[in-house]
């Protein structure tokens, strides 16, 4: 009898030490956790980007040991949630309540980490999305409003401005992008010392976009398309706007942003530097 009682305990303590073991593993593995949030509404060409993004997203997760979750309800930008996640993605809008934007700063302020994509940096007064949140716009991001854009989607020769950071140290000096919407803005990034332009438009773009506006071909000039500031865990990208059949009145989506693998590769880079990173660049 006393032998079988002692079998029974060495079981239990082999079958606890495999459970304790098991979770400490997975724990280890699961080296952080990342959330989006996104409004996907009126824009198709934005529509398909935040779709096509939560399904990238959820692929990359599995093959590089973090967690993607998304949600379309804002309500959840609160502290508690938020504290739960080590870097938040915006795919397409931005939070509008006082309140949301409050928690978001405070976060970024205490070391949360962001991505924001294309119309994430939208700010034009007036519009549906009006300038109307400085610390964002102006100091977070700091580029100011929004300016113009080139038309349609099309491919640009992008140009590595800084080699040697992270997020873009695996990359050519310059690369053709997928076909996006590409946005100018109101400041000049250039003279914000806090501003580190990781990746701007190659002068071989020009003439970039195909109009019929004039003013939505760009010939010349400096746009910066991805960058980060030094004071927070972030990284802005202006890539995010699929070319959709809005001509032919078909709505067929043109082209996807994730069908790039360079460029895949500078989203993944940006989001493994934000995700397992202690300290700001």
């Not at 304790?20 to 080296?31: E, G, H, M, V």
């Not at 939560?54 to 938020?82: E, G, M, V």
């Not at 076909?179 to 003279?191: F, G």
Request: proline share 5%.
């Amino acid at each position: 009898m006393n032998s079988l009682l002692r079998f029974f305990r060495i079981v239990v303590i082999l079958l606890c030490f495999g459970f304790c073991r098991s979770d400490k593993t997975q724990n280890a593995t699961t080296q952080f956790k990342v959330i989006a949030f996104y409004t996907a509404k009126k824009d198709l060409a934005h529509i398909s980007f935040v779709h096509e993004a939560n399904r990238w997203f959820s692929k990359i997760a599995n093959q590089n040991n973090f967690t993607y979750d998304s949600t379309n309800d804002w309500s959840n930008l609160t502290s508690d949630f938020l504290s739960r996640h080590q870097v938040v993605i915006f795919l397409d809008t931005r939070p509008e309540l006082p309140e949301q934007r409050e928690v978001f700063k405070k976060y970024m302020e205490t070391g949360g980490a962001w991505i924001g994509f294309h119309f994430a940096g939208f700010a034009l007064t007036p519009s549906v999305y009006p300038q109307n949140w400085d610390w964002y716009h102006n100091q977070f991001i700091g580029a100011g409003q929004y300016k113009g854009n080139t038309w349609k989607p099309t491919s640009a020769i992008l140009r590595v401005e800084d080699s040697v950071h992270p997020i873009t140290k695996q990359l050519p000096k310059t690369f053709k992008s997928s076909p996006n919407e590409w946005y100018s803005w109101e400041k000049d990034l250039r003279k914000n010392p806090d501003i580190k332009i990781l990746l701007s438009i190659d002068s071989s773009s020009f003439p970039l976009g195909t109009g019929p506006k004039p003013h939505e071909i760009w010939h010349s000039g400096f746009y910066p398309v991805v960058w980060t500031n030094k004071n927070y865990k972030m990284v802005y990208i202006n890539m995010g706007h699929n070319d959709i059949d809005y001509e032919h009145k078909t709505n067929k989506e043109l082209s996807f942003q994730f069908a790039n693998e360079t460029q895949n590769q500078l989203i993944l880079n940006a989001l493994l530097w934000l995700g397992r990173k202690t300290e700001s660049k």
